[in-house]
């Protein structure tokens, strides 16, 4: 409190936030329905069927109203069924990286990871820099966006993945969009159906996206389907199996489901009656059940990590708490988990950064368990080096044991990239792919001539 407001506690929520003051019995009580009712996709399946608004696009594009850019058989998709059994097609193949500003930032051997296993499984691809933040955290953690911003950022993105080709002399629509992060994935799903939906937001982006010249003969250009990185690795598992070098089946994995992955436009989120007897989303859990690991249900699965976009940033010793009590330390507890796997940039910020906090109780309080997305995962048991790929120092939970656990010698490993570093740090240039897979173009663009600038003299 402060002298300032009042004595009016200041939360960031507003005013209608207040301390609920439950008992620890009463708190179980409140959240006993978590464990005993969501604990099956029949939930949300005994709801009355949803709208396909992919129904509501066909026909505005047969309309004139918009164009689709369609995911052709050069893409290699793969066909999988969703929560009502819906097909949904994910592309393999020519695919344009949406990348992720949490990913870069924080994980770097996140995305590295995905594109090590791209290049490995000769993938073609675009690594593309003209692109933006989808800017779905500012408008989720402060309320300051709104959606005509939104669904012309989303647009204006999605028209970059399908004009970028033209840069190497390829036609339009050569590549199709993979989005890295998960809140993007949500909120790109989000946008569109509010502008099928909504005749006046198509209007009102219609014209920004006309003065930036990013419309299709002058219409609003929509994707087909929007697609999540898991959801590539996920139709890829077994293709991604052959690669494997470790034996992965003495771990015990645990899933962490990221909340913008499966429970916004949950209708769009793909299960098998394969994984988990249909019961949770297959991202993640189908990968890690193929490269066999033994995944671990736990009583906490379907919560979110504690992330929340707001919470994380005006109340976030709420975040820390629940990321602690109610994912980590009952999956180390509970389930005996080796690694927690998750899918999202958020969740695995949260869940990795924040485990120090468990020590505030005491050293008998403590927990740790390394968290790691599933394309990491499966890039380190596919023979990535932990450093360099995978790029495992920049986290914060512990991971050596679970190194050593696989066989993996950390401590040469470590030594190796040491001396990788000092290499980099003379100038040597090193790359992850061929250059020309990253490129910037977009309308007005001019290329400039690319010199590699020499190191000073020591």
Known sequence: MTKDNGGERFTGHGNEWRPSNLSTTEAQMA???????????????????????????WQLEKD??????????????????TLYGW??????????????????????????????LMNKMG???????????????????SGIGNLESLAAVFLRNFHQAYFAAKAQGLPEGYYYPLVHCGTSFGNYKEV????????????????????LGRLVDGKLLIPEEVVHYSEWVHVMRHEIKKHQVIDASGVRSTIHPACHVYKMVPEDAIYDDSILEGNRVAVSTGIMQALGTNVIDYKTWYDCCGFGFRHIISEREFTRSFAIDRKIRVAVEEAKSDVMIGHDTGCITTLDKNQWISKAGGDDKAVELPVMADCQFAALVCGADPYKIVQTHWHASPIEKLLEQLGIDWQKKKAEF????????????????????????????????????PPPPA
Request: hydrophobic share 30%.
């Open 87 to 116: 097909t949904k097609r994910v592309p393999t193949n020519q695919l344009w990286h949406h990348k992720s500003c949490g990913q870069c930032g924080n994980i770097p051997g996140y995305p590295v990871s995905l594109l090590w």
């Open 64 to 81: 004139g109203q918009i164009v689709v850019h369609r995911i052709r058989d050069e893409h290699q998709p793969i066909e999988v069924k």
């Open 418 to 453: 040491e001396g990788y570093l000092k290499q980099i740090q003379t100038g040597a240039a090193d790359q992850l792919y061929d250059p020309r897979l990253r490129i910037t173009s977009g309308p007005g663009f001019k290329p400039i001539k690319r010199e590699v600038i």
């Open 123 to 141: 993938i073609a691809y675009l690594d593309e820099t003209d692109q933006t933040s989808c800017t779905a955290w500012n408008y989720h953690g």
């Open 192 to 211: 569109r159906g509010y502008l099928i939906h909504s005749a006046k937001l198509r209007e009102n982006v219609t014209k920004i996206l006309a003065k």
């Open 31 to 57: 959240t006993a329905w978590v464990e005993q009712k969501i604990d099956k996709r029949s939930m949300l399946t005994n709801k009355d069927r949803v709208e396909d608004v992919r129904d509501a696009m």
